[in-house]
C-alpha cells in the first residue's frame, strides 16, 4: 500500500518509484490555485488507493489548466499501474510535449505504454530517444534495450501475418463473466474450461467472484452443446482451476491455493471421474507439490509424465516449467527443470504436452514477443532435446497476453481465451492452427468393453504396447461401463491387449510406422469371450519376420500374457493354431504355420506352463478370416489363434 507524505511535491510518487528524489524541485506547470488543490486532493486519493476519486480531481485539474505537467504525469501513472495503457499514453505524450525535459524517464514509461498497446513504431521512437538522454539508470537502460529489440521483432513479425480466424465458441459456452483455461479431451467430445462465476447465499463466499470447472460435449454437428458445472466435489466455494484432462477424460489435474492440505500456497491435485461423478480431490504431495507455488499442470497422453509451473529454487526465472515423470509403482519422481532452452530470466507459464508427447506449447516474456505473454511451440527430439521454441506469429501473438493454449489430437484446431469483441470480459475461442505450428497427427482407439455372451457391459484392464520399443505405454482400468481411449501417436506399431477375469483377452495391432498422413480415429465395442471350451481368441500382436518361425521381440508382451492367462487359470487347456495368408504354396504354408505354433508352444514351456495343457497345430492357409486380395486382409490371415480345448476348476 502507498504511504502519503504529504510534503513532497507534485508527482512524487512516480518519481519515488524510479529511484529518483525530486524533494528539492522547486517548480510548479500552474499557477492556478484551483487546479493545485484539485491536484492535491487527486494525489491524496490516489495514495490511498481510491483511483476514482483521483482520476476524477486530476481529469478536473487539467480541464482547468491544460499545461499542467504534473497532473497529466500522475494521471498517466494511475493509468500505468493500473494497466490501462490506451490512457496512460495519451497523458504521458501530452505531459513530454509541455515539459520533455523536467522528468526524462517519462520516455521510458511513454514507450513501454505505446509498445503495450501495440503501437510498435511510437515505442520504438520513445525509447530510443530516453536511451538518447543518457540519464537512464541500469535498471531502465536495460529494459529500454529489450523492448527496443522486441519493438523490431513486432514490426517485422506484422510484415508477414499467419494465417488467423478465431471462432469465438458461442452463448453456449461463452456468458457475461470470464471463460478460460480450456482443455479437451483426445476424442474432442468433451471439453472443460474454468468460468469466473459470482457466488450467492449469505456465507463468508458471497458477492465474491470464484472459479470453477465448467463442461460442455460436442453435439454431433460439431457445435458445443450448452455448458454445465462439474460439480461437487470437484468445485468448491473456493477457487480451482488451471486444468489438464486425461486423454480419455477418465481423470484430471488441476490447480487449488490456500487450502488445508497444500504443501504450498498453491498445489496440484488429482482426480478421476467414473462416468457419473468426480472422486474427491487427492493432493498429488511431494516431490511436485513443495512449500513453493505450483500450478498449470499438463499430462502426457500416457499419464506418466507431467509438466507444470513453479517458483521453485534452481529454475531460470520468476516463473519455470518443471517435468516429473511417473515410475513404476504409479509414483512421481523429483521434478526436473525443463532446462534453458525452454525457460528464460523471464517467467513461462500454462504448458500444453501435446497428444503426440513431444510438441510443448507454452507461454513465455522472457524471449522476443509482442508484448506481455506469447505463446511458443518446442518439440522434442528423439534424444530428448528441445528445439528452440517458435513464435506463434502475429496475430496469434499481440500485445495483449496470450496464454492456456490447447489443441485437439488431429493438430488442427487450438483453443483459447481472449477478450471478446462485445467486452472486456474473456471468452473461449477456437481456430485453425497454421500449418508451420501444428504437432504430429495422433489417432486413437475409442472402445467399450462387453461380455460376447451377455452384452453387458464389463469393466476391464487395457494395456497399450509400443511394439517398436516394446514399452507398455498405458496400463489402466476402464470405467464403471466399460469405456476407454488410447492415443497412437504416429511413427510406431502398437499392440493392445483388453482383459478381464474369466474371460480370455483380446488382441489388436496398429502398423502406424514410417509415413502416417491420415488422421484415422477408430471407435469400436470390443467383446470378451468366457473362457469355455471352444472359444478362441487371435494373437495379433504374437509376430514373425516373412517366412520365418522365429518369434520377433515385440510378440514378448502378448506371449506373457497369455502365460499370465493360464497361470490365473491352472485348469485351462488350450491349442495353439498357426495360420498364414495364400502366398507360396500349400506345403510350405503348411509347413511354415506348424513351425510358428511350435515356436509358441516352446516359449509357454518356457515360462513354465505343463506340456500337457498344451497342443498346437498348423492349419496353412486354409482358414483365412479375411480376402487374401488386399495387403490388409492378407495381415489379418496371418495370424497365431488359441482355442480352449477344457477348462477344469481347481
Avoid at 272 to 296: A, H, K, L, T
Avoid at 473 to 492: H, Q
Avoid at 605 to 621: D, I, M, N
Wanted: aromatic share 12%.
Amino acid at each position: 500500500m502507498r504511504i502519503f507524505q504529504p510534503y513532497l511535491l507534485a508527482f512524487a510518487l512516480l518519481l519515488l518509484s524510479t529511484g529518483t528524489d525530486m524533494a528539492a524541485q522547486q517548480k510548479w506547470h500552474t499557477r492556478s490555485s484551483r487546479a493545485l488543490r484539485l491536484y492535491n486532493e487527486g494525489k491524496m486519493a490516489y495514495e490511498f488507493l481510491d483511483y476514482s476519486t483521483a482520476e476524477s480531481r486530476l481529469k478536473e485539474a487539467v480541464s482547468i489548466d491544460d499545461k499542467f505537467y504534473e497532473a497529466y504525469i500522475t494521471l498517466a501513472e494511475l493509468y500505468y499501474d493500473r494497466k490501462m495503457f490506451d490512457l496512460a499514453v495519451g497523458n504521458y505524450r501530452t505531459a513530454v510535449q509541455i515539459d520533455r525535459d523536467f522528468f526524462k524517464p517519462a520516455l521510458y514509461y511513454l514507450g513501454v505504454s505505446e509498445f503495450n498497446t501495440g503501437q510498435y513504431e511510437a515505442a520504438l521512437v520513445s525509447l530510443t530517444d530516453f536511451l538518447a538522454t543518457g540519464e537512464a539508470s541500469a535498471k531502465l537502460g536495460a529494459d529500454a534495450k529489450r523492448k527496443i529489440a522486441n519493438c523490431l521483432y513486432s514490426i517485422e513479425a506484422k510484415k508477414h501475418p499467419v494465417p488467423f480466424s478465431p471462432v469465438n465458441l458461442g452463448d453456449s459456452v461463452n456468458t457475461a463473466f470470464n471463460e478460460y483455461s480450456p482443455s479437451i479431451t483426445a476424442d474432442g467430445k468433451t471439453l472443460m474450461f474454468n468460468r469466473e462465476i459470482e457466488t450467492g447465499g449469505s456465507d463468508y463466499f458471497a458477492g465474491r467472484r470464484q472459479e470453477d470447472f465448467y463442461v460442455s460435449l460436442r453435439r454431433s454437428d460439431g457445435t458445443w452443446g450448452r455448458a454445465f458445472s462439474a460439480g461437487a466435489p470437484l468445485n468448491t466455494p473456493g477457487n480451482e482451476g488451471a486444468q489438464s484432462i486425461g486423454a480419455g477424460g477418465q481423470y484430471m489435474y488441476f490447480t487449488a491455493c490456500d487450502r488445508p492440505d497444500g504443501e504450498g500456497r498453491c498445489d496440484i491435485y488429482f482426480s478421476s471421474f467414473d462416468g457419473i461423478r468426480w472422486s474427491d480431490p487427492v493432493n498429488i504431495g511431494p516431490p511436485v507439490n513443495s512449500q513453493y507455488w505450483e500450478s498449470q499442470p499438463s499430462i502426457s497422453n500416457d499419464g506418466k509424465r507431467l509438466y507444470f509451473v513453479s517458483n521453485k529454487p534452481g529454475g531460470f526465472g520468476g516463473l519455470d516449467i518443471w517435468i516429473s515423470d511417473m515410475d513404476s509403482d504409479g509414483k512421481w519422481k523429483e521434478p526436473v527443470n525443463a532446462g534453458p532452452v525452454i525457460n528464460t530470466a523471464g517467467d513461462e507459464v500454462t504448458p500444453f504436452i501435446h497428444f503426440d508427447n513431444k510438441t510443448l506449447y507454452f507461454s513465455s516474456e522472457g524471449r522476443p514477443n509482442m508484448g506481455g505473454f506469447d505463446i511458443y511451440v518446442s518439440r522434442l527430439s528423439a534424444g530428448g532435446l528441445w528445439s528452440e521454441p517458435a513464435n506463434l506469429g502475429y496475430p496469434v501473438n499481440t500485445h495483449n497476453d496470450e496464454m492456456g493454449l490447447t489443441i485437439e489430437s488431429n493438430g488442427y484446431r487450438a483453443y483459447y481465451a481472449s477478450t471478446s469483441t462485445m467486452g472486456r470480459q474473456k471468452d473461449l475461442f477456437w481456430f485453425d492452427l497454421h500449418e508451420s505450428a501444428r504437432p504430429e497427427k495422433v489417432s486413437y482407439l475409442k472402445g467399450r468393453v462387453f461380455d460376447y455372451d451377455t452384452r453387458r457391459s464389463l469393466r476391464a484392464l487395457y494395456e497399450l504396447v509400443n511394439l517398436t520399443t516394446g514399452e507398455t505405454v498405458i496400463a489402466a482400468s476402464t470405467s464403471a461401463n466399460g469405456e476407454f481411449l488410447v492415443c497412437l501417436p504416429s511413427g510406431f506399431s502398437y499392440g493392445l491387449n483388453v482383459s478381464a477375469p474369466g474371460f480370455l483377452f483380446y488382441s489388436e495391432n496398429f502398423p502406424f510406422e514410417g509415413e502416417y498422413s491420415d488422421y484415422m480415429p477408430l471407435v469400436k465395442d470390443i467383446l470378451l469371450n468366457t473362457i469355455k471350451p471352444g472359444e478362441k481368441m487371435v494373437l495379433y500382436n504374437v509376430l514373425f519376420n516373412i517366412n520365418s518361425s522365429v518369434l520377433l521381440k515385440s510378440s514378448m508382451p502378448e506371449l506373457e500374457k497369455l502365460s499370465a492367462l493360464l497361470a490365473d487359470n491352472p485348469g485351462l487347456k488350450i491349442e495353439i493354431g498357426g495360420h498364414t495368408d495364400d502366398t507360396g504354396s500349400d506345403e510350405l504354408n503348411q509347413k511354415l504355420s506348424e513351425e510358428r505354433a511350435v515356436a509358441v508352444f516352446r516359449f509357454l514351456v518356457a515360462e513354465g506352463v505343463e506340456p500337457a495343457r498344451l497342443t498346437y497345430r498348423g492349419y496353412g492357409k486354409s482358414v483365412p478370416v479375411s480376402d487374401n486380395t488386399t495387403p490388409e486382409g492378407r495381415r489379418l490371415n496371418r495370424r497365431t489363434e488359441v482355442k480352449v480345448t477344457d477348462i477344469t476348476k481347481k
